[in-house]
């Protein structure tokens, strides 16, 4: 017969694989729904410098904010505010989103361009923060007469757009590094995917760190072998001809040594970008 002593140990030995396993699923689930640095990140990491996306990754807290109610149709988004001292004259400073978000709903992205419009569908249900984000920085104007700094042709087949500094005439050296004073979680990662960034598909670029989401995104004009660690925000509607030309006009490949690819040839400015009020 066992003694009290033993039967005790036994409880706690019990207790204690029960609390390891259980560590062990939640930090599984973390993983899951986290973006990690992976081999194929490195090709669309912005250009080097890019203070402006956090290197802080997002803990539990925020994760924990950042969930869907399903029955009040709303989502706590968390925007994290960039510390001042950490800005430079690329950052531009439009506020905070509102934290509570609708996550129901589509919306049509449409990009007034100098070579004519593209539009994309965003699906509220699917990233309802970076739609929510997206929404706020339009709304302040601040894509407007920016361009699209960065065309990859090799490897994956991307345009990057985004950066609210990347204006006027010429190319410099900080194109490319610009965004907005805060940053937010990943969300709505193609896990399941195959390729997880087909045609089609407009997505966040980030700068490969989890939590470093911003403004910049890139629009993939061919299916792109990447890593799942980049948000969708939605899929192209029209326009991608227009994508297509600037592709085939090529790059001056400015960032060959860094992040890939370079500045496109046939210059694309977005004059307006605007975000409709969600439907259905």
């Known amino acids: 017969m066992t003694s009290t002593k033993e039967r005790q140990r036994a409880a706690a030995k019990a207790r204690l694989q029960r609390n390891m396993a259980a560590q062990a699923t939640r930090a599984r689930k973390r993983r899951q729904t986290q973006a990690v640095v992976g081999a194929g990140a490195a090709l669309l990491l912005v250009v080097a410098g890019t203070v402006w996306l956090a290197t802080t990754v997002v803990g539990d807290d925020d994760d924990d904010k950042q969930k869907t109610s399903g029955a009040s149709g709303l989502v706590q988004c968390a925007f994290t505010e960039m510390p001042?001292?950490?800005?430079?004259?690329?950052?531009?400073?439009?506020?905070?989103?509102?934290?509570?978000?609708?996550?129901?709903?589509?919306?049509?992205?449409?990009?007034?361009?100098?070579?004519?419009?593209?539009?994309?569908?965003?699906?509220?249900?699917?990233?309802?923060?970076?739609?929510?984000?997206?929404?706020?920085?339009?709304?302040?104007?601040?894509?407007?007469?920016?361009?699209?700094?960065?065309?990859?042709?090799?490897?994956?087949?991307?345009?990057?757009?985004?950066?609210?500094?990347?204006?006027?005439?010429?190319?410099?050296?900080?194109?490319?590094?610009?965004?907005?004073?805060?940053?937010?979680?990943?969300?709505?990662?193609?896990?399941?995917?195959?390729?997880?960034?087909?045609?089609?598909?407009?997505?966040?670029?980030?700068?490969?760190?989890?939590?470093?989401?911003?403004?910049?995104?890139?629009?993939?004009?061919?299916?792109?072998?990447l890593d799942p660690n980049y948000t969708v925000l939605g899929t192209i509607t029209g326009g991608m001809d227009i994508v297509e030309a600037v592709a085939k006009a090529g790059d001056d490949k400015a960032f060959a040594k860094q992040a890939g690819g370079g500045h496109p040839k046939k210059e694309v400015v977005i004059k307006k970008l605007t975000m409709s009020e969600p439907q259905g």
Request: glycine fraction near 12%; charge should be neutral; hydrophobic fraction near 30%.
């Open 84 to 225: 001042k001292e950490n800005r430079t004259k690329e950052i531009k400073d439009v506020g905070l989103p509102q934290g509570q978000q609708a996550n129901t709903g589509v919306q049509t992205l449409t990009m007034d361009t100098n070579l004519g419009p593209i539009t994309a569908k965003v699906d509220r249900a699917a990233s309802p923060c970076t739609a929510a984000s997206f929404t706020h920085l339009a709304s302040k104007n601040f894509f407007d007469n920016s361009k699209c700094h960065r065309l990859v042709t090799e490897g994956i087949q991307v345009l990057q757009c985004g950066d609210p500094s990347a204006t006027g005439k010429g190319w410099r050296e900080t194109d490319g590094t610009g965004g907005p004073a805060y940053k937010l979680t990943e969300e709505n990662l193609p896990t399941d995917k195959r390729p997880a960034y087909p045609k089609g598909v407009i997505a966040m670029a980030n700068s490969g760190q989890p939590g470093s989401t911003g403004s910049q995104f890139f629009i993939v004009y061919g299916d792109s072998q």
